[in-house]
């Protein structure tokens, strides 16, 4: 076993290569803007220069004379689109801001004209060639700024429901033996996946084929029919590999509609390439957010008063909102919980979902508010953790249907070197370098949604499965390969896997790191009718259990019974007997409280995820522990974080070899966050001033020195039936405070706002 | 279409298109006012298709294409070959990385223009008669990507990272590996696959 594909523990797969793999190695792996079309024209944009008034004119002269231009579309002459309503309050849309409809902008670099051209270079001369006259009024750019309006959450937004409290806060606060408040500031985020928000649509007659990156083909098929008047089986949404999506592609942008509409009138397969600093306003973003968290100990460290307050940036027309104290109030055993999300509307695009997007803010205030207390309590932060740990959250008083927090933390603990650590701040250095030793919990809810497969088994083994999920580098084929083989006792390299195409049955959304959990779920139950098929021709006494059964109710059939066991099948007998070349089975499975529409919804693009805190008589979270060390320039005040050490229980492991890739994907998106990414707002117009991934910085390789992933063995029956909770979105929320708390260690000095750079360092 | 059979010099006067827009090809209007002054016929209108050849992956490709045609956008839109990527079109990502007479560049900041006469080779060349490179092979031994968008462009430069001598500690190869972006943050199990192809590449 190498170190990218570590030995399987008990309640692991197998670490096999990736499904995928020779096709990413060749350059044969197809993502949407590579896929062929038949004399396309190009696209170009043309996006808002102001972020709050209107268009007076467009000159289109100039651009309309550059060679190789066919159309210029403009609000004056656009497809005319149906609305879609925001995701959260049942359509589609990540933002209902619909460009080309009037000449009002609603934010800077909002889409304000298409350019059309014969080739991609004359459709950018003509785009750069438009001449806009705007009026311009003053934006309001960001918290702080004139002209913002603040309100809670709750009431405006159907998908949070409730802040979470229990007890009474105010009265344990005021008792409380030791007090701290603190408040915390994250920033601005975008995703920047490597491959451009691109959009192909070609027509056939009446039918439209979109090749777009997604991360939700069911709602984009949905969402676009919806938008274009047309029935949604004549839209059909292919990305068989999708270059990243981090959350920047589970809704539906405005760009889709526009381009198929384009293309329909033009009669014409349209391609659209937008450019980098294009996608920071044409899709969304994790918008920046504000926390104050009051925390009550006693002296021994027990929690005895919890509140969390936070406030997230919004656009105007779209009460967006990610609300983590749904998390951070259930964390720890506490008796007395209050909390508060606001929601502040400016003149931004409509931020949306990027990795773990409640638990990376969220989490950010609480642990680093955890170290500050345990810094007070004199305490070592590992153990206030432990004493405040709990198998039952205080909200409702729900038991967790597993909770590993303790032993990750033990692990993680164990292969950092923490019982090294001398407590006191400042107190270690290598030379001109100061040495920090920070640590947090990391945690995740474990989200599922309905899903449908379909599975084909041939005589000689050859397996093929088909279920509309998403390759976005998760290792979707993969682990979908695996559980086929696994469940029907065949060879894996006999078994075909098709994603990433809206024609086949439907998978939820690739977000909340549902996708393993359900997609997974599915293809095991319509394995299991196979097997069921399967044995029913080689068990003959079947019609007389069938019989018991259906006169008295007791009983499953032998068959069934089989096909639910890990019985071995020989496939080609049970085809003998049965007479027939092929078996083919098409199931629908949803998991345990899903809501009753959730069937009809899987098929209109509307993702049902439960889990979480949401299910009815438990709560279902991941969980894992994460370690740094942090190396503080004393003079320079450069800061490196040379070593990321994390262990993660999350039930069943698929693939130790993709879920330690992801995991450490995470951790270095976790000290990205919290030392590098940040998108800096001009608060005098309301733009991003540093649209690029030249200025908004992400890690490279050199600042990656050591990723260290433990692998837990956990085991949870009581989640869905493969026993997986997703690690998609775990790795990369304790990183933030784990860096801040290794950083306070180094140098004393404690920093609430992300990210933390060498100008914020003082001495 | 925009690929044409058939071999044979270019017609076009790459010293006069270089000296009238080449340069200036980022900045379309600029392009056209210096190329006007030079009263240089083909580039007075760069959209004014011209004849180009490309040594790909050891084939000459004769195109007919606009003057502004970066290497990348005609291997992905002329000549399909989609492997290489557009990540940023800034030079700022390496998605778009090929070897031009061995050396790594950013095909998206390469007019195909300036590349007549040279060797491209794209991830598409790389492995021969059905066996993987030995690099991309190291990749899948090691599992160094996740999306896979950027991994063409990571092997590309990989492979050059070793033949410069740059793969002869990890920190090298992370230094030298550093222009290539992956968002999935692959990172140290790239640094793993090169670690493992070098010797293999170096021997021959």
């Not at chain 1, 080309?100 to 014969?118: C, F, N, P």
């Not at chain 1, 919980?337 to 990027?354: C, E, H, K, Q, Y």
């Not at chain 1, 006494?541 to 007791?554: F, P, Q």
């Not at chain 1, 085809?575 to 809501?595: H, Q, S």
């Amino acid at each position: 076993m190498t170190a990218a594909a570590p030995e399987p523990k008990a309640n692991m797969g197998q670490p096999v290569p990736r499904y995928d793999a020779a096709a990413k190695v060749t350059g044969r792996a197809t993502y949407a803007s590579d896929m062929p079309l038949d004399n396309p024209a190009y696209a170009f944009l043309v996006t808002s220069a102001i972020a709050k008034g209107r268009i007076d004119s467009f000159d289109l002269d100039d651009a309309r004379s550059v060679r190789g231009v066919i159309d210029i579309v403009t609000h004056e002459n656009a497809p005319k689109l149906k609305e879609s309503k925001l995701f959260s309050n049942g359509g589609y849309a990540g933002t209902t801001i619909q460009p080309l409809k009037s000449v009002d902008i609603a934010h800077d670099g909002q889409i304000i004209a298409v350019v059309i051209a014969e080739s991609y270079e004359a459709a950018r001369e003509a785009a750069n060639r438009v001449k806009v006259s705007y009026t311009a009024v003053a934006p309001s750019a960001s918290f702080d700024s004139p002209g913002t309006t603040a309100a809670a959450a709750k009431g405006q937004n159907a998908q949070f429901k409730e802040d979470a409290e229990v007890g009474d806060f105010a009265r344990a606060f005021d008792a409380a033996e030791v007090k701290l408040t603190a408040s915390y500031d994250t920033p601005a985020q975008h995703h920047n996946p490597m491959e451009l928000f691109t959009t192909s649509c070609a027509w056939m007659g009446d039918n439209l084929v979109i090749y777009e990156g997604s991360q939700y083909v069911y709602g984009l098929k949905n969402g676009v029919a919806e938008q274009l008047g047309i029935d949604a089986d004549k839209v059909r949404v292919v990305n068989p590999y999708v270059g990243g999506g981090f959350g920047s592609r589970g809704s539906m942008t405005p760009r889709t509609a526009i381009i198929a509409g384009i293309a329909k009138r033009l009669n014409r397969p349209i391609k659209l390439v937008p450019t980098r600093d294009q996608g920071f306003t044409i899709a969304t973003y994790r918008a920046e957010t504000r926390h104050e968290i009051r925390l009550g100990a006693g002296r021994d460290g027990r929690l005895v008063a919890l509140r969390h307050d936070g406030a997230e940036v919004s656009s105007r027309p779209d009460a967006y909102c990610v609300g983590g104290t749904k998390t951070t109030t259930r964390l720890y055993a506490c008796p007395n919980v209050a909390s508060l999300v606001s929601i502040v509307r400016a003149d931004r695009n409509t931020p949306g979902f990027m990795r773990s997007p409640p638990e990376v803010p969220y989490l950010f205030a609480l642990e680093s508010a955890m170290d500050e207390l345990a810094v007070k309590l004199n305490m070592d932060p590992v153990e206030l953790r432990r004493i405040n740990d709990t198998n039952v959250e205080p909200i409702g008083g729900k038991p967790y249907t597993s909770r590993s927090l303790m032993a990750c933390f033990d692990e993680a603990a164990k292969a950092f070197g923490w019982s090294q650590r001398s407590p006191q701040p400042k107190s270690v250095s290598d030379g001109d370098w100061l040495i920090g030793y920070g640590c947090a919990a990391t945690c995740y809810p474990t989200q599922m949604a309905p899903s449908a497969a379909r599975v084909r088994l041939q005589r000689d083994g050859r397996t093929r499965v088909e279920i509309a999920g998403h390759e976005i580098g998760t290792g979707a084929y993969t682990v979908i390969a695996q559980t086929a083989a696994e469940r029907l006792g065949v060879p894996l390299e006999k078994v075909a896997v098709f994603v990433g195409d809206s024609d086949l049955p439907p998978a939820p959304v690739a977000g909340g790191s549902n996708s393993t959990a359900s997609t997974c779920s599915a293809v095991m139950m319509v394995c299991d009718q196979i097997r069921q098929r399967l044995f029913k021709a080689v068990m003959p006494s079947d019609s007389l259990a069938d019989k018991a059964k259906e006169t008295v109710g007791i009983s499953q059939a032998p068959s069934t019974q089989a096909a639910k066991s890990d019985r071995p099948l020989d496939i080609e007998k049970a085809f003998d007997a049965l007479g027939v070349g092929i078996v083919e089975e098409y199931g629908e499975w949803k998991p345990e409280g899903a809501p009753l529409d959730s069937f009809m919804a899987m098929h209109s693009g509307h993702a049902r995820l439960v889990g979480g805190h949401q299910m009815k008589d438990k709560i279902a979270y991941a969980f894992g522990a994460e370690f740094v060390e942090v190396r503080v320039n004393r003079f320079t005040h450069e800061i490196r974080a040379p070593r990321l050490v994390g262990a993660f229980a999350a039930g069943r492991i698929m693939n130790p070899r993709t879920a330690r890739s992801q995991l450490m994907g995470g951790l270095i998106w976790g000290m990205s966050s919290a030392l590098l990414e940040a998108t800096e707002i001009d608060q005098r117009n309301a733009r991003y001033v540093n649209d690029n991934l030249a200025d908004y910085l992400v890690p490279v390789n050199a600042d990656v020195p050591g990723v260290e992933v433990i692998l837990l063995s956990e085991q949870d029956d009581h989640i869905n039936p493969a026993g997986v909770k997703g690690l998609g979105e775990l790795a990369n929320v304790g990183t933030n405070a784990a860096i801040c708390n290794a950083i306070y260690h180094a140098t004393g000095q404690r920093i609430r706002k992300l990210p933390v750079r060498l100008e914020n360092i003082e001495a | 279409m925009s690929e044409k059979s058939g071999s044979g010099p270019s017609g076009f006067d790459r010293r006069a298109f270089m000296a009238g827009a080449a340069g200036s090809a980022l900045v379309p209007m600029a392009a056209r006012a210096a190329a006007q002054d030079a009263n240089v016929s083909a580039a007075s209108d760069p959209a004014l298709p011209v004849d180009v050849t490309l040594r790909v992956n050891g084939k000459d490709k004769r195109l007919h294409i606009d003057a502004r045609t970066t290497v990348l956008d005609a291997l992905r839109e002329h000549l399909k070959l989609t492997g290489s990527k557009k990540g940023c079109d800034h030079g700022q990502c390496g998605a778009c990385t090929v070897l031009i007479d061995d050396r790594r560049v950013v095909s998206c900041l390469t007019l195909a223009l300036a590349a007549e006469g040279q060797e491209i080779t794209t991830i598409e060349g790389l492995a021969t008669d059905d066996h993987l490179h030995p690099m991309q092979q190291a990749f899948v031994d090691n599992d160094a990507f996740q999306c896979g968008y950027c991994t063409p462009g990571q092997i590309m430069s990989a492979v050059a990272c070793v033949k410069e001598g740059h793969a002869g500690s990890e920190a090298d190869i992370r230094e030298y590996m550093s222009g290539n972006i992956c968002r999935c943050a692959a990172y140290p199990n790239i640094v793993a696959a090169v670690k493992q192809a070098a010797p293999e590449i170096m021997k021959g």
